[in-house]
């Protein structure tokens, strides 16, 4: 049982342009969402966070949508840089207390 | 600030084998957890600790898997004996508090059964 989905294992940007990658989920309760990138024998580390009362959060260069009637939110990249390369999940919560639910990530590519 | 640590890096033993990993959380993080990420796949909570108390194991194989943090700082998870789908990275988080949303990882331990 898949609760939290990323469907595209990989995806690849040319430089300067947007990346936007996409999450959905099943469960209509999860109330918070965060992003995580993994850099390659790294530990994944915390990018932007989304409660479920508000439906765009912004950090600089990163900007997650939230769309709860569509159970699906969205981080979009602009400009994408090469460091941007990396593995992104998608993290779920139900309530506060709860333990986040993570996705299977997707390998974004940033070409120079 | 130091980062969560974990050892070792990398570990390849046999299937019956033990094997065990070691996690020193951030200083004053008082929630520690462990995470089990197989291939392809995001990382699946194992065990959450409060201090030296466990909160969740629910998706712990017990029969196989035990973890103790005993002073409520570092915390060591073990595997006896191994199986081949143990395959994987371990990773261990920590948080100021329990339910606070931020999780901080360390490099993780990449387990190979042969």
């Known amino acids: 049982d898949q609760q939290v989905k990323q469907n595209s294992p990989s995806l690849s940007v040319q430089e300067g342009r947007i990346s936007i990658l996409n999450c959905d989920y099943t469960?209509?309760?999860?109330?918070?969402f965060l992003w995580y990138k993994k850099y390659p024998a790294e530990g994944p580390t915390f990018l932007i966070s989304?409660?479920?009362?508000?439906d765009k959060n912004e950090d600089g260069r990163f900007t997650v949508f939230l769309n709860k009637s569509a159970k699906h939110l969205s981080l979009h990249i602009v400009p994408s840089q090469p460091g941007d390369s990396a593995v992104y999940f998608c993290?779920?919560?139900?309530?506060?207390?709860?333990?986040?639910?993570f996705g299977p990530g997707t390998r974004l590519s940033v070409l120079p | 600030e130091a980062g969560v640590a974990q050892s070792p890096r990398y570990k390849i033993i046999e299937k019956r084998q033990s094997v065990a990993f070691w996690c020193n959380p951030i200083?004053?993080?008082?929630?520690l957890y462990w995470y089990q990420q197989i291939l392809g796949q995001g990382p699946k909570l194992l065990i959450q600790?409060?201090?030296?108390?466990?909160?969740?194991d629910s998706q712990l194989p017990k029969d196989r898997f035990s973890a103790e943090r005993l002073k409520g700082v570092d915390s060591t998870l073990k595997i006896q004996p191994a199986k081949l789908e143990d395959s994987a990275v371990y990773l261990c988080?920590?948080?100021?508090?329990?339910?606070?949303?931020?999780?901080?990882f360390g490099a993780g331990t990449r387990l190979s059964v042969l």
């Open positions: 988080a920590s948080s100021l508090v329990k339910g606070k949303n931020i999780q901080y």
């Open positions: 469960n209509s309760m999860f109330d918070y």
């Open positions: 989304i409660s479920s009362i508000k």
């Open positions: 993290a779920a919560r139900r309530n506060y207390g709860q333990n986040f639910v």
């Open positions: 200083s004053g993080h008082a929630t």
């Open positions: 600790f409060q201090n030296n108390g466990v909160v969740d």
